[in-house]
């Protein structure tokens, strides 16, 4: 599959039935109060970046990072079933990398839940290592947090 990584910067339909997609999943898994996506307005922020791949049958997936100070935070990732495994979630990732790197950050940052058993095979294969509950997580309290999942991995200037 050929995959392009586009910034978008309005909430298009492609954002919304991805994100409405994500939702859906996450829903079916978690209590309101042990989900911590970010509500589409939101995603539209001057601190954040958000990218679509598209691939040979249109929208494929998302992903956004959210650009703080200290590090940046990976948000709402997804990546339709049928395109899984085909390098998707591996380029989304590439381009929010390079956007931290830009930012002049070297610390990106994510959570997700403990069920979501190929995102979390994805964040290990893409070098991103468990760490402590970060930012507001970190104040967030136990029952909140109790089904997530936190990874870092630390980028180069030169890398990527």
Same mark, same amino acid.
């Given at each position: 599959?050929?995959?392009?990584?586009?910034?978008?910067?309005?909430?298009?339909?492609?954002?919304?039935?991805?994100?409405?997609?994500?939702?859906?999943?996450?829903?079916?898994?978690?209590?309101?109060?042990?989900?911590?996506?970010l509500p589409l307005d939101a995603?539209?922020?001057?601190?954040?970046?958000?990218?679509?791949?598209?691939?040979?049958?249109?929208?494929?997936?998302?992903?956004?990072?959210a650009l703080f100070a200290d590090?940046?935070?990976?948000?709402?990732?997804?990546? /339709?079933?049928? &395109? *899984?495994?085909?390098?998707?979630?591996? @380029?989304?990732?590439?381009?929010?990398? +390079?956007?931290?790197?830009? !930012?002049?950050?070297?610390?990106?940052?994510?959570?997700?839940?403990?069920?979501?058993?190929?995102?979390? /095979?994805?964040? &290990? *294969?893409?070098?991103?290592?468990?760490? @402590?509950?970060?930012?507001?997580?970190? +104040?967030?309290?136990?029952? !909140?947090?109790?089904?997530?999942?936190?990874?870092?991995?630390?980028?180069?200037?030169?890398?990527?």
């Open positions: 599959m050929q995959i392009t990584i586009e910034r978008v910067t309005t909430p298009t339909n492609d954002v919304r039935a991805l994100i409405s997609e994500l939702e859906q999943v996450l829903g079916a898994e978690y209590p309101p109060e042990q989900r911590h996506g995603i539209f922020q001057p601190h954040i970046q958000f990218f679509v791949a598209h691939g040979d049958t249109g929208a494929v997936g998302c992903g956004g990072v590090l940046a935070e990976l948000k709402r990732m997804y990546v /339709r079933p049928a &395109a *899984r495994g085909q390098g998707v979630a591996e @380029a989304l990732l590439a381009r929010i990398e +390079a956007a931290v790197r830009a !930012a002049g950050l070297a610390r990106l940052c994510l959570e997700t839940g403990d069920r979501q058993l190929a995102a979390l /095979r994805v964040y &290990a *294969r893409s070098g991103f290592s468990r760490c @402590a509950a970060f930012g507001d997580y970190a +104040a967030m309290p136990p029952e !909140a947090t109790v089904a997530s999942v936190f990874f870092e991995k630390y980028l180069r200037a030169d890398d990527g």
